[in-house]
C-alpha cells in the first residue's frame, strides 16, 4: 500500500512536466487522491518536509496507533517537531515524554525544531533534568567519594586497628560515599543513563545510626559484636526487601519511565514515592542513635586519650549537625522545595565526615581503636601522659612483668588490654603507653612475643604435643594467627622450627 501511495504522490509531483509544450496541464490537488491514501505517513511527511504543520498533525494523529515500533517512534517525534513548530508548547512536550518512553535519547531536545518553544519552563524543566550536565557541586562531590572509598581502603587494610572497630566504621564511610556518588548522580542527570543508580543508596537510609552506635559502643566501652546486635539491621533489612520488590527489581527501561512520570507530574524524579514516611523513618532513626551516641561519649572518658575523646566528639559533633539539617532538608523536600542550601548543607555535612575520618586515617590511626595502640609512622609522637609518672611507670613496669612472666597470663586466649589494665590496677590507656614506651610494640605484638617465646620452649622439649596442640596451649586461637606470630618472631614456620631442632 505504501509503494502504490509513493507512487500516486511521485505522479502527482511530476505530472506537470510530462504535459506537452504549451499546454495547460490539468490540475491535481490531494483532494483528487483517495481518502485512503491521503491518511498515509508519506502524507503527512510530505505536508511536515512543506512546513505545512497543520496538515500533517491529523494525519500522524490518525496513525498513532501503529503497532510497529519504529513506526511509531518516527510518528510521536513528528506530531512533537509540528506541534512545537505550532507554538504548541504543552502537547509538544506531552509528545515528548511519550517519545522518551519508548526510547530514550535525550540529545532529541537538541533539534532545532524545539528552538521556538525552548525557553517556556516546562521545556527547561526537562532539558534540564535529563540532559546530561556538569556544575560544581557535583565535581565536588565525585572526587569526595572517591575519597571516601579511599578511605575505606585504608581503614580495612590497617590490621593494627581493632578488626571490629574497622569493619563498622569503613562500612559507615562506604555507606556515605556511595550516598555521595549517588547525588552526584543525580545532580549530573547520569541517572537516566545509568537507570539502575536510580535509589541505589536507599536502602542504606536506616543503617547510618546503628553502625555509629555500634563503633563508638566498641571504642569506647569494649563490647563485642553479638547475634542480640543484629536486631539493629533489622529495619534495614525490611526496607531492603520493600525496594527490591518496588523498584530495584524493575528493568532499565521501566526505572526510566518511573522518573519520567514523576518529571512529567512536577515531581522530583530521583525521590522515592513514598517520600514521606522514608524521611521521617530515617530522620527518627538518625535522632534516636545519635542519643544512644551522646550517652555513650558522656560516660566514657575514662580509660581514653585526650586526643581519642577530641576525635569522638568531633564524630559526634558532625553526626549531630546532620541529623539536625536532615531534618530541616526532609521538611522542605516535603513542601516541594528540593533545591537551595538546606538540598545541599546534609551532603555538606557527610562530605565533611567522610573528609574527616580521612584524616584521621592518615594523620591518626590509633584514634579509630580508642586507644593508641601503636605510634604513627608518618607522624611519630610521645603519648600525653595523663597523669602517667616516671615512677609509677616503672612501677607498672614491675607488675606487668609479674603477670606475664611468673603468672602466665598471656596463655588466657581470651586476653585483651582491659583485662591486664584491671589487673594491674590501671587504665587502658597506661597498660597501651607502658607497653609502647618500655617495650617498643602495640598491646598484640606484646602477647605474642611471649606466646611464641613458650612455643619454641614446648618445641625444643620435644614433646608428643603436635603443632596446632601448641598454639591453643600458648594461648593463640588458631594456627593461622600462631604460625604467622611465630614466623614474624622466627623467620621460619613452626614446622621450619621443629625440623631444624630434630637436625641437631
Not at 48 to 60: M, S
Not at 415 to 437: F, G, P, Y
Request: glycine letters at 4%; charged letters at 20%.
Amino acid at each position: 500500500m505504501r509503494q502504490v501511495t509513493r507512487l500516486i504522490v511521485l505522479i502527482t509531483l511530476l505530472f506537470p512536466m510530462a504535459c506537452l509544450w504549451g499546454k495547460t496541464p490539468p490540475t491535481i490537488t490531494p483532494d483528487d487522491i483517495p481518502v485512503s491514501f491521503q491518511d498515509s505517513l508519506d502524507w503527512a511527511d510530505y505536508y511536515f518536509n512543506i512546513h505545512r504543520y497543520k496538515k500533517a498533525i491529523p494525519i500522524y494523529e490518525k496513525n498513532l496507533g501503529s503497532t510497529d515500533t519504529e513506526q511509531r517512534i518516527h510518528i510521536i517525534k513528528k506530531l512533537a517537531l509540528s506541534e512545537a513548530a505550532e507554538d504548541n508548547g504543552d502537547k509538544a512536550i506531552s509528545y515528548i515524554y511519550d517519545y522518551f518512553k519508548i526510547d530514550f535519547r535525550p540529545n532529541f531536545l537538541m533539534h532545532e525544531g524545539f528552538d521556538d518553544i525552548r525557553a517556556t519552563d516546562r521545556f527547561k524543566k526537562i532539558s534540564g533534568t535529563v540532559l546530561p550536565k556538569m556544575n560544581t557541586w557535583s565535581i565536588i562531590y565525585f572526587f569526595v567519594a572517591i575519597i571516601g572509598l579511599y578511605v575505606m581502603s585504608v581503614v580495612l587494610l590497617n590490621k593494627k586497628i581493632d578488626k571490629q572497630a574497622r569493619v563498622l566504621i569503613a562500612v559507615f564511610v562506604f555507606i556515605h560515599s556511595v550516598f555521595i556518588l549517588n547525588i552526584c548522580a543525580n545532580n549530573t542527570n547520569y541517572v537516566f543513563q545509568f537507570p539502575h543508580t536510580y535509589l541505589m543508596t536507599t536502602w542504606s537510609a536506616l543503617l547510618y545510626g546503628p553502625l555509629l552506635f555500634l563503633y563508638f559502643r566498641r571504642v569506647s566501652q569494649s563490647k563485642d559484636f553479638t547475634p542480640k546486635d543484629l536486631l539493629h539491621f533489622f529495619p534495614t533489612l525490611l526496607l531492603t526487601i520493600y525496594l527490591m520488590a518496588e523498584v530495584y527489581s524493575l528493568s532499565g527501561p521501566e526505572k526510566i519511565n518511573l522518573m519520567l512520570d514523576r518529571l512529567e507530574n512536577g515531581l522530583n524524579p530521583g525521590d522515592s514515592a513514598q517520600l514521606l514516611p522514608l524521611v521521617s523513618l530515617k530522620a527518627i532513626s538518625l535522632a534516636v542513635y545519635a542519643y544512644f551516641v551522646h550517652l555513650i561519649i558522656s560516660k566514657s572518658d575514662e580509660g581514653l586519650s585526650n586526643r581519642t575523646r577530641v576525635w569522638q566528639r568531633n564524630m559526634y559533633r558532625i553526626h549531630a549537625s546532620y541529623v539536625v539539617v536532615y531534618i530541616i532538608f526532609g521538611i522542605l523536600v516535603i513542601m516541594g522545595k528540593n533545591s537551595g542550601f538546606f538540598y545541599h548543607a546534609p551532603i555538606v555535612m557527610m562530605s565533611l565526615m567522610v573528609l574527616y575520618v580521612g584524616y584521621a586515617a592518615n594523620v591518626q590511626p590509633d584514634v579509630f581503636s580508642g586507644l593508641y595502640a601503636y605510634t604513627n609512622q608518618l607522624f611519630p609522637e610521645k603519648y600525653v601522659k595523663s597523669g602517667l609518672t616516671d615512677s609509677l611507670s616503672l612501677e607498672l613496669k614491675e607488675v606487668l612483668h609479674d603477670l606475664f612472666q611468673n603468672q602466665k597470663l598471656y596463655l588466657k586466649n581470651d586476653i585483651n588490654l582491659d583485662m591486664v589494665a584491671e589487673k594491674m590496677d590501671t587504665t587502658r590507656h597506661n597498660a597501651s603507653q607502658l607497653i609502647n614506651e618500655h617495650f617498643g610494640m602495640n598491646f598484640h605484638e606484646f602477647v605474642n612475643t611471649f606466646r611464641v617465646k613458650e612455643a619454641k620452649k614446648l618445641l625444643n622439649e620435644q614433646n608428643e604435643l603436635n603443632i596446632i596442640d601448641i598454639a591453643y596451649e600458648v594461648g593463640f586461637n588458631n594456627k593461622v594467627s600462631f604460625n604467622k606470630a611465630f614466623k614474624k618472631d622466627t623467620d621460619l614456620t613452626p614446622s621450619q622450627y621443629l625440623n631444624t631442632i630434630r637436625k641437631k
